[in-house]
């Protein structure tokens, strides 16, 4: 897959921004919502609107505490942090984002050793492959402490049946379970379940409130009191302690009240371009699921159709295998403008 760690171009302008779901703006009522919010030194404890955000997802993810974070990145490190000890090892997804987008974090900062193994197509890890690198108590060894999943994967909804397999395996072998959740919102939307659901089989949820909630930051660490406990110390001690951040938080129960269900919309639209991609010739459809269309064009056509597309106010991070991400800024007729563009530019 492609990964747009470098931007096409300022998105400031553009209509139509198909790179992540990450580029959503606040929307006024969000904005008022976040002005709106009581305030305190949230490293005191004291910040109200924080502690209900807390709460409030807790509760509707199934867990006992929650800890908000400023992002994805840190939520999930701060998670790693808190399961695993210096030497530890965690096992997960070659093409986690936990594993191959956090700048190796849990290495670097955590001293925790990643023991990766390749994602299959629908983003699960085998489970004798697990069961694999769960490593003997040796002195050769790291320890292996921690399985750390991610759904959804590439947009795709992990089996529920799987992740229950891969939960009874993880305990039967004395492992915990974290989940890298920033989009198990989609995941439970998708399969028309509770987000506790989705949760349920682990330990630790990191999900995101800046992915297609639309928020424009943060993320809620769930868990067991005394693994938050840890995680708030981990937390600290990335420097992720902020003080009025109400305002912020304000915006992520704004996005649990208003814009959980119109994730609904996103997947539609993601159907809608991958119908449409899949009528035209050069380009080979190669998944959508939730959000995301995964498609491949030719390489000579990548800069130009890119350029062309850029030209027209659509934003897309065009490479041989493409990710087009579907958010609450970006309309069916948004779609049909980036279909446009893509038909004439082949037909030209
Ligand atoms: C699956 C997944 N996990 C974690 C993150 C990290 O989130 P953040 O950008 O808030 O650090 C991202 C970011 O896009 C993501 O896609």
Redesign the pocket.
Same mark, same amino acid.
């Given at each position: 897959m492609s990964y747009p760690v470098s931007s096409a171009s300022s998105s400031s302008s553009a209509e139509v921004d198909l790179r @992540?779901d990450?580029v959503t703006r606040p929307s006024p009522a969000m904005l008022a919502a976040m002005t709106a919010a009581p305030v305190g030194d949230d490293v005191w404890g004291d910040d109200p609107t924080v502690n209900r955000l807390q709460a409030v997802t807790a509760e509707r993810a199934g867990k006992d505490a929650g800890l908000f974070f400023p992002?994805? $990145?840190?939520s999930?490190l701060a998670a790693l942090m808190s399961h695993c000890g210096r030497g530890d090892e965690v096992i997960l997804g070659q093409r986690a984002? $936990?594993y191959r987008? =956090?700048a190796g974090g849990a290495a670097v900062l955590g001293s925790i050793q990643p023991q990766p193994i390749e994602n299959e197509p629908d983003g699960a890890i085998a489970l004798d492959k697990i069961a694999a690198e769960i490593k003997a108590d040796d002195a050769h060894f790291a320890r292996t402490r921690l399985l750390a999943l =991610?759904n959804t994967?590439g947009g795709k909804v992990l089996p529920r049946a799987y992740v229950a397999q891969a939960a009874a395996l993880a305990r039967a072998r004395g492992l915990s379970l974290h989940l890298?959740g920033?989009?198990a919102w989609n995941a439970a939307v998708a399969d028309g379940v509770a987000v506790a659901d989705v949760c349920a089989p682990f330990d630790t949820v @990191?999900l995101?409130f @800046?992915?297609g909630l639309g928020a424009p930051v943060g993320?809620v660490l769930v868990g067991p009191i005394d693994l938050i406990e840890r995680a708030k110390r981990a937390r600290k001690m990335l420097g992720g302690g902020m003080r009025q951040a109400g305002v912020l938080a304000a915006a992520c129960l704004y996005a649990l009240d208003h814009h959980v269900q119109a994730l609904a919309e996103d997947h539609a639209n993601a159907a809608r371009l991958a119908a449409g991609l899949s009528q035209i010739p050069e380009v080979t459809l190669d998944s959508v699921a939730t959000n995301m269309v995964f498609a491949r064009v030719p390489e000579a056509d990548c800069a130009p159709l890119q350029a062309a597309l850029a030209e027209a106010g659509v934003l897309a991070a065009i490479a041989p295998v493409s990710r087009f991400v579907l958010h609450r800024d970006v309309s069916a007729a948004g779609v049909d403008r980036a279909l446009g563009v893509i038909r004439s530019y082949f037909a030209r």
């Open positions: @992540s990450t992002s994805g $990145t840190q999930n984002h $936990t987008y =956090e =991610e994967i890298d920033a989009r @990191s995101c @800046s992915k993320s």
